[in-house]
């Protein structure tokens, strides 16, 4: 019995450790590298609580080792899948009629164990199975996916008490309750927070989850959901479903009990599910909530009147960190001749820095794509951009998939500015530049804009603050996330709510009370303490 009003504790944001020499928390996850690196782990299905082996299994590797087996993991079939909807369908009524409150403490417990126990655990996970560098995962594995936690409950609280106004004689209230039905969550493989805001939103909001990881992120995944266990998540809320995409999904997708989709990945896929799920519509019990994040062709665009090394800063972390695999990394750069060459030879030097390696070597700023397809998708743009007469390669050009799937850092320096690697999204560490003349401002704003189809991230560079507006106006629909001295990556939940609209998603911002108002169905209830009783109205009186 909860006789109380409840407010949970003010969020923060989880403080970045430095991983420095010395440091304590660089000898704790470099003993937890070694403890994960000489295990293989055997990952199951986990649908209603139970541990679920298929015996069809796939191999998870590191990405810049690619013979070191990580683990192996069990592929569900159309039994299973249906299994874990079963689960979810059986969960539901406890958890949605769980108090907020309990919902909320499960989630914080879940944020305090990562800042402690998890973090290293989950900060491997990540590096070994992901190829990202310490920092990187700390940003992602544990900052942000803590700061999910603190920050929906905190959201869920806020949406719970708006309420309507109410007469004397009546109480109006609003009911925020689940879907009804289950939530489909399919996550991408570059962000271990991704993966874990995707099933847990919908989750906090009192719904139940059928979750689709990426198989190239399976084993921080999987250390998630070891993570919900001891967090106290009960058993059946989130289901836990590697496998074939496309199986999966369109045995998710015919379900009539299908509530709501949360997604992140590729803008085809999207597509596809959606127009699947429009010509199901017949099925389902509602219209379902389809919530995704997309793709991207994220852009810096810097303005003569910019700070030079702040620019050049921007391009390289923005496009190289995370070897360019994050969702917001710049793609593509517009930079005014009056500043190119200074420009030129700062990125350049930049460049020059950067030390490509296994992710175990703390020195290495930069580590491997993520798989196969990747590596050889990015060498066929590199390999364009090579024999193209309208393209050269600035610095970089050269992968090596004998090891690891490394890549280097490139930079495409083109004079078309439709040349293919400026429109289409790669999803690598490729980097293209288009010099614009000073003149031409407002041409090259409009080429800016309608270049890609996607509107995800984009940045501008300038000092002039008439510029900086103008620049800000006309480049109003280009990005969902748009920075002005900064460079594009690297929104903070609480601070900077994440989303793109275009082909680059629905825009829902992730890390607000926007995205978690989706999972709901409000109910409005009405009140009254002194009801009528007859038909009598004023103006019905005889004069």
């Not at 994220?298 to 070897?323: C, K, P």
């Not at 000092?463 to 969902?480: F, K, M, P, Q, W």
Request: glycine share 6%; proline share 5%; aromatic share 10%.
């Amino acid at each position: 019995m909860s006789n109380a009003i409840f407010s949970l504790p003010t969020p923060h944001n989880e403080p970045i450790l430095s991983y420095a020499p010395g440091s304590k928390e660089r000898a704790l996850l470099k003993a937890e590298l070694e403890r994960q690196s000489a295990v293989e782990l055997d990952i199951p299905l986990i649908i209603g609580g139970k541990e679920v082996r298929t015996g069809r299994t796939k191999a998870a590797v590191c990405p810049h080792d690619h013979q070191h087996v990580l683990a192996r993991y069990h592929e569900a079939g159309e039994t299973e899948v249906r299994m874990a909807i079963d689960a979810a369908m059986a969960a539901k009524k406890d958890w949605e009629a769980t108090p907020w409150e309990d919902r909320a403490a499960v989630f914080h417990k879940a944020a305090s164990l990562i800042s402690s126990k998890y973090r290293y655990i989950l900060n491997a996970a990540t590096m070994l199975g992901q190829s990202k560098s310490a920092f990187q995962a700390e940003i992602d594995s544990t900052c942000e996916a803590a700061d999910f936690f603190r920050f929906n409950t905190k959201f869920m609280e806020e949406i719970y008490r708006q309420q309507p106004q109410s007469d004397p004689q009546v109480w109006n209230r609003m009911q925020f309750r689940a879907l009804e039905g289950f939530v489909f969550a399919v996550t991408p493989f570059n962000f271990t927070a991704i993966a874990a805001n995707l099933p847990t939103a919908p989750a906090m909001m009192g719904n139940t989850v059928v979750w689709k990881p990426a198989s190239t992120s399976v084993v921080s995944n999987y250390y998630l959901m070891q993570l919900y266990k001891e967090a106290g998540l009960p058993d059946g809320v989130i289901n836990f479903l590697p496998g074939r995409g496309s199986m999966i999904g369109k045995l998710v997708i015919e379900d009539p009990n299908l509530a709501g989709l949360h997604f992140t990945g590729s803008t085809g896929v999207f597509n596809d599910m959606w127009k699947t799920i429009g010509n199901n519509l017949d099925r389902y019990r509602a219209y379902p909530r389809l919530v995704g994040e997309t793709g991207g062709k994220d852009y810096i665009f810097v303005h003569a009147s910019a700070d030079v090394e702040a620019a050049a800063s921007a391009i390289v972390r923005a496009g190289f960190e995370y070897q360019g695999q994050k969702c917001s990394a710049c793609s593509r750069v517009y930079a005014p001749a009056s500043l190119w060459a200074e420009l030129k030879k700062r990125v350049l030097e930049l460049m020059a820095g950067i030390r490509m390696g296994d992710v175990r070597d703390f020195r290495n700023f930069f580590n491997a794509v993520i798989d196969e397809p990747a590596f050889d998708s990015t060498m066929k743009y590199i390999e364009l951009a090579k024999q193209a007469p309208d393209a050269e390669i600035l610095v970089g050009g050269k992968g090596d998939k004998s090891k690891g799937y490394f890549i280097e850092p490139t930079i495409i320096l083109t004079t078309n500015p439709k040349f293919v690697s400026m429109e289409e999204e790669i999803f690598a560490p490729v980097v293209t530049v288009y010099v614009y003349d000073d003149a031409k401002l407002d041409e090259t704003l409009r080429l800016l804009d309608e270049t890609s189809p996607y509107a995800l991230t984009g940045a501008i560079f300038a000092t002039d603050r008439y510029v900086i507006n103008h620049l800000t106006e006309a480049l109003a629909n280009s990005a969902g996330n748009f920075y002005i001295n900064d460079k594009c990556t690297g929104a903070v939940v609480g601070h900077q709510p994440f989303g793109g609209a275009r082909t680059s998603g629905t825009n829902d911002k992730a890390g607000s009370f926007l995205n978690l108002v989706r999972w709901t169905s409000p109910r409005t209830i009405k009140e009254s303490f002194t009801p009528p009783y007859d038909l009598r109205f004023p103006f019905l009186e005889a004069e």
